[in-house]
């Protein structure tokens, strides 16, 4: 018997957690946090709906918070299994971790509460944390082994591959939106009976690449024109570093002017220099660059403002001037403190592209709210607010069903009259929305006549 169940990622993007459960091991897959409104966030201070301790492995598909934000408070209630992700997985896991657990205990205390963990828990976890490569075949226990591929949605992505016995489950991640700066595309999977697919952006489509560059470009000139402020709101991990590569080409192209633009974010300056350590993991365009002599993170007019001394210097600096700073749903950081300063200015703008969930400040705005509460001040939102979606890290609804359709589906009879059972059973739609995920559920099951349903928060399945 193998039980899958589905404690998170059920009809909201946020919290994937995943338990798979055979007669000899317990696996979870991610073990992320919840993030939207506040009776959403509520849940990362319950306790698991299962003991952590009796968990053998945790699978760790990449390291946005959605997906690991969690893990140290199941260390703390007592996980000691060993977790696998990527090289560079583990790495930014660490530094974003360590980030996140200072932010958790501030809101906990303004809260009056207790954080759901210590920075103790944080180096307890990366102890157990055993970073692997791409394709390699690692036995769990027996009859249970698994592979990690390459899901192009941010580096050391992955999509996890998990065979039990005669049974094959496989966990999208979250996949990529390829072509995109940077990373390799994302792998397809020729077989499985089970999968689960993510689907944030499940209901629409993205610009094409070449569209999205373009959109900077105006919304970089539209700036320089009315002598504004580009505020960007970015998330440290992925979003930064692929702006900087895009910018790099804007500027070393002499596409814009040069104006100067700060990189407001200690953590995407930390995790930059995660990047810089695996070019093994850049698409060939990328890495043709870097030895052609190209610093893609170094260009004119950049800086970095680590301190908050420095931080506080570019209110000095006249516009027209681009900030790009965290987080990326506007929910914390730095960001912020530009968002009151410059969201009242009809001259700005504010450039999303990233994923809002619902709930989050960032969402609100795009919603086209006029007004907003930022720190107990209310904050009326006179600037222009532009989105581009291309510049997502997520597959749009064609990536997704494409990925899915790849996978060999059952043919009922076959010549010789016997069927062939081997084949894709079924599809769990997951990480979305409810709206975008039953939206991708109708199009799997009109075009691809495969059993497929969007699981719901503790709901299990045995395969």
Not at 30 to 57: A, H, M, R, T
Not at 142 to 155: E, N, S, V, Y
Not at 341 to 359: A, E, K, M, W
Request: charged letters at 30%.
């Amino acid at each position: 018997m193998v039980k899958l169940s589905f404690f998170g990622g059920t009809r909201m993007v946020a919290g994937s957690n995943y338990l798979i459960e055979t007669e000899n091991t317990k696996i979870l897959v991610d073990c992320g946090l919840f993030q939207g409104e506040k009776v959403i966030e509520d849940k990362n201070y319950e306790k698991f709906p299962y003991n952590p301790k009796s968990i053998d492995f945790l699978l760790v598909t990449h390291a946005h918070m959605d997906h690991i934000g969690r893990i140290p408070k199941l260390y703390k209630e007592g996980f000691r299994g060993k977790i696998l992700g990527t090289r560079p997985t583990k790495d930014l896991t660490h530094n974003m971790l360590l980030d996140s657990q200072g932010i958790m205990k501030d809101e906990a205390k303004r809260e009056n509460r207790k954080p759901p963990y210590s920075q103790r828990d944080v180096i307890g976890v990366m102890e157990l944390f055993e970073g692997i490569d791409y394709h390699q075949i690692l036995k769990l226990s027996k009859g249970t082994k698994c592979q990690f591929r390459d899901a192009g949605h941010i580096l050391g992505s992955s999509i996890i591959e998990l065979w039990i016995g005669q049974v094959k489950i496989v966990f999208s991640g979250d996949l990529g939106n390829p072509p995109v700066p940077l990373l390799k595309p994302t792998e397809f999977i020729d077989e499985t009976d089970y999968v689960l697919v993510e689907s944030a952006y499940g209901d629409r489509l993205h610009e094409k690449r070449g569209e999205r560059k373009d959109l900077l470009e105006n919304a970089i000139e539209d700036t320089i024109t009315r002598k504004g402020v580009l505020m960007i709101p970015a998330f440290a991990l992925e979003r930064t570093q692929e702006l900087l590569y895009e910018l790099n080409s804007l500027v070393e192209n002499h596409r814009i002017s040069s104006i100067p633009i700060f990189v407001d974010s200690p953590l995407a300056i930390r995790n930059l220099d995660i990047y810089k350590k695996y070019p093994e993991y850049y698409n060939k365009e990328s890495v043709y660059l870097i030895e052609s002599g190209d610093e893609l993170f170094k260009f004119k007019g950049l800086k970095f403002t680590e301190t908050v001394k420095e931080s506080k210097k570019i209110n000095d600096v006249p516009p027209p001037k681009i900030i790009i700073a965290g987080s990326g749903m506007s929910e914390g950081g730095r960001i912020l403190h530009h968002e009151i300063r410059y969201l009242p200015d009809p001259n700005s703008i504010l450039l999303i592209i990233g994923y809002q969930v619902s709930g989050t400040l960032g969402r609100k705005i795009l919603d086209g709210a006029q007004k907003v509460k930022i720190f107990r001040e209310n904050i009326p939102v006179r600037a222009e607010v532009k989105a581009i979606g291309g510049y997502s890290a997520h597959a749009d609804q064609k990536g997704l069903y494409q990925w899915i359709a790849h996978i060999k589906r059952p043919v009922y009879p076959l010549r010789n009259g016997k069927k062939d059972i081997k084949g894709l059973k079924k599809v769990f739609v997951v990480q979305g929305e409810e709206g975008p995920a039953l939206a991708l559920v109708q199009k799997i099951k009109d075009n691809l006549g495969v059993e497929t349903e969007a699981p719901y928060f503790r709901e299990e399945i045995v395969l």
